[in-house]
């Protein structure tokens, strides 16, 4: 399954990745199309078969902060958005950690991964420092990410332009053990400048912290060997606005069959609100460092193939204003394509086939009324191989272009020009060509 690797309509952010028996499951934020505003009133979870990474189930609801057709609202204290859960396993049981918008946080408890969760109650505390209802956010605790530890003990994590930790009761799994709290458990000062999105994973002895930092659209990470630090800042993970429309991040990495990965999301619909759920392959070596990786378009998938139909919305690289767009469940496209827009796909595998000059291209696009072309470059948009130009048409349609034979694994390059010429063409250098929706390669 390519990036997004949900299926294309659905919008799952701030997603955190759990392996509970043989499926992984991801519980995030529901995000809609088009949206002015991050999140809405319900969560649901989607898990695949460890064994089959591109069958994605859709388990439906499984918490509600409002009435809706089918579920009566689980928090009767508020009717505020749900944002970044969590969940757990503890002891057979499965624990939800829910983060409300703007109202008191809760728990809440299901005998299945897939819930529905059924609440258990707000967060209890009593915090003896003196900050009172400055703690965990107002008792939000934005962002919960929960750790059970090896022996035993419950911690939780939280926290928005500043950070907290405590241990939670592990009888109940609501009430913050007195004595246990913490603030500042990652500094804001640099280089850690914490922010939002605690997700803590402990990984042999090292406990990690992954989290967003200030002003950035990167998942970056802190190890220690306590779970409640000190922690040292290692580094970045992924940035999801390299050479793309960022905003921010959140995320956590998973052992899924053997290979670690990052889960995180990318923007649509020219919103920093309308968020989908991508994931990229990671490694962590011995000395438990996690080397930055780049964001492509594979997902799950080691290859993508050239010869089957590509989506032009699971692009990686859109530069130059162009962005993806929702028009209903069924249709999405590259849009607002001006002169110099660059869209790029990591990465092909065209083979071995040495018996051909030249191969076919096609491109399906929706017409804008003026002519433009493609020029399609191989593993850099600036200084890569030109293998062809398509010419694209003002009006709906395939358009198809002959190019050069390729072999072997690329990046792949779309760099827009327009084809106005004539004196006046810079007055049409901001016209928008046309919609890109899918394109193939054949042999």
Known sequence: MSNPYLPLWEYIPDGEPRVFGERVYVYGSHDNAGSDKFCDYKLKVWSAPLADLSNWTCHGHIFHTRDD?????????????????????KDGKYYLYAYLMDAKGCVAVSDSPEGPFKLISQYKYNILDGKGEECFGNGWFIDPGVLVDDDGKVYIYCGYERSFVAEINPDNMHEIIDGTYQDDIIPVEEPFTFFEACSPRKIKDIYYLIYSPRKSSRLVYATSKSPTGPFEYRGVIVDNGVDYPGGNNHGSICNI?????????????????????????????????????EMTSLGFEN????????????????????????????SRSITSIIRSCIIGFKYFDFGSDFSSETMKFSALVKGNGCKSKIMILLDDYENGEEIGICGIGSDDGVYNAVVKNV???????FVVEDSFGGWFTDMFKGRHLFEFESFVFMK
């Open 257 to 293: 069959n053997n290979q670690w990965y990052i889960f995180y999301h990318r923007m649509t619909n020219n919103t920093i609100m309308s968020r989908r759920g991508c994931v990229e392959k990671i490694e962590i070596l011995p000395d438990g460092i996690i080397p930055e990786v």
């Open 407 to 413: 072999t072997g694994r690329h990046a792949v390059y």
């Open 69 to 89: 057709r089918d579920h009566k609202s689980d928090t009767l204290w508020t009717d505020s958005d749900l944002y970044a859960p969590d969940v757990i396993e």
């Open 303 to 330: 290859s993508l193939s050239p010869y089957k139909i590509t989506p032009a919305e699971i692009a990686c690289i859109l530069k130059g204003g162009c962005f993806i767009t929702e028009k209903n469940v069924t």
